[in-house]
């Protein structure tokens, strides 16, 4: 038999019906048995019944909703003054601010925000630090930053955080990025530098808005948004774009990263309180302008007259 002849009988499979095929058949069946029974007797209990209760026909489906731009589309309501007064609900900070003093420890820091983000929006904060032993001025700043975060939730309409659907503040030591949120779970991180550096409030607004965002487009859908990214000059490309391309398409440089950035980026200066009615009017530059004015309508369609609270001047 020649080498080629020789290949081609290796990998030639069984003919169909006949009692190899019906072998490996039962083989493939029980080994898939053996592992879902495996899984059940080694999960917790409480997840046990949801993995019996798994329906493998459901998934297609379910992946389609969440990965696919499935709510990026053209303002459902038009945008202005006029639109309805919303029924603004805000978490009070003001104890537990109170309750943090300048001898705080880091972690007593830490616990108080756990308290209130609990208590308020159903998740906890935590620390991924190393270690906590800060030098006192770093304490300082670091517990100035935690009134930042406290200010920023206060300053949010619990309706706009529930949104989001946090599942979880957490406080790290990362160095290459000030904050991140987890697409899949709606974890937030943020850096210890953040803190230190007075950029918190900046930075949760933002991650909040890549949640908001998952939330309307998808995780995949939001970097693939036909009716955002419209709004672009002609020939402005992410990423590539020169200084005076992005004077004319972008809120901020780092905007520049993605649409989903972008977006971000937007988020940010409208849950801070940084836009008003009177400066999204004088905005020199239409294409941000109309960015602002189609993010706020998709937050509308959600929370009818969120966009008059979040456009009042009301500087966080």
Same mark, same amino acid.
């Given at each position: 038999?020649?080498?080629?002849?020789?290949?081609?009988?290796?990998?030639?499979?069984?003919?169909?019906?006949?009692?190899?095929?019906?072998?490996?058949?039962?083989?493939?069946?029980?080994?898939?048995?053996? +592992?879902?029974?495996?899984?059940?007797?080694?999960?917790?209990?409480?997840?046990?019944?949801?993995?019996?209760?798994?329906?493998?026909?459901?998934?297609?489906?379910?992946?389609?909703?969440?990965?696919?731009?499935?709510?990026?589309?053209?303002?459902?309501?038009?945008?202005?003054?006029?639109?309805?007064?919303?029924?603004?609900?805000?978490?009070?900070?003001?104890?537990?601010? !109170?309750?943090?003093?300048?001898?705080?420890?880091?972690?007593?820091?830490?616990?108080?925000?756990?308290?209130?983000?609990? !208590?308020?929006?159903?998740?906890?904060?935590?620390? !991924?630090?190393?270690?906590?032993?800060?030098?006192?001025?770093?304490?300082?700043?670091?517990?100035?930053?935690?009134?930042?975060?406290?200010?920023?939730?206060?300053?949010?309409?619990?309706?706009?955080?529930?949104?989001?659907?946090?599942?979880?503040?957490?406080?790290?030591?990362?160095? $290459?990025?000030?904050? $991140?949120?987890?697409?899949? $779970?709606?974890?937030?991180?943020?850096?210890? +530098?953040?803190?230190?550096?007075?950029?918190?409030?900046?930075?949760?607004?933002?991650?909040?808005?890549?949640?908001?965002?998952?939330?309307?487009?998808?995780?995949?859908?939001?970097?693939?948004?036909?009716?955002?990214?419209?709004?672009?000059?002609?020939? &402005?490309?992410?990423?590539?774009?020169?200084?005076?391309?992005?004077?004319?398409?972008?809120?901020?440089?780092?905007?520049?990263?993605?649409?989903?950035?972008?977006?971000?980026?937007?988020?940010? &200066?409208?849950?801070?309180?940084?836009?008003?009615?009177?400066?999204?009017?004088?905005?020199?530059?239409?294409?941000?302008?109309?960015?602002?004015?189609?993010?706020?309508?998709?937050?509308?369609?959600?929370?009818?007259?969120?966009?008059? &609270?979040?456009?009042?001047?009301?500087?966080?």
């Amino acid at each position: 038999m020649s080498p080629k002849n020789r290949q081609e009988a290796s990998v030639k499979r069984p003919e169909r019906f006949s009692p190899r095929y019906f072998r490996n058949i039962g083989a493939t069946l029980l080994i898939g048995w053996v +592992s879902i029974n495996g899984a059940v007797k080694l999960a917790a209990p409480e997840d046990r019944q949801s993995i019996l209760n798994f329906n493998p026909l459901t998934l297609p489906t379910n992946i389609a909703a969440y990965f696919d731009n499935n709510g990026c589309s053209a303002e459902s309501r038009a945008f202005g003054p006029a639109m309805a007064e919303p029924k603004i609900e805000l978490a009070n900070s003001a104890a537990y601010k !109170k309750e943090l003093g300048p001898a705080s420890s880091p972690s007593q820091a830490i616990g108080l925000l756990s308290e209130f983000t609990d !208590k308020n929006y159903g998740f906890k904060t935590s620390s !991924k630090l190393n270690a906590l032993n800060l030098n006192p001025a770093a304490a300082q700043q670091f517990n100035a930053g935690i009134i930042g975060v406290f200010e920023q939730f206060s300053a949010m309409p619990n309706e706009l955080v529930n949104l989001a659907n946090i599942s979880g503040l957490s406080i790290s030591e990362e160095s $290459d990025r000030l904050g $991140d949120a987890d697409n899949f $779970d709606g974890a937030i991180n943020l850096s210890l +530098s953040a803190l230190i550096d007075g950029s918190e409030k900046r930075v949760l607004a933002h991650e909040i808005g890549h949640l908001l965002d998952d939330k309307e487009c998808g995780v995949r859908g939001k970097n693939r948004d036909k009716t955002f990214e419209s709004l672009n000059s002609p020939g &402005f490309k992410y990423g590539t774009s020169d200084q005076n391309e992005q004077k004319r398409n972008l809120a901020s440089f780092y905007a520049g990263a993605s649409p989903a950035e972008d977006k971000a980026e937007i988020y940010s &200066f409208l849950l801070t309180g940084a836009v008003s009615y009177e400066s999204l009017r004088s905005f020199p530059e239409p294409v941000i302008k109309q960015k602002f004015e189609l993010l706020l309508s998709r937050l509308e369609n959600r929370l009818p007259g969120i966009s008059n &609270f979040l456009l009042s001047q009301r500087g966080v």
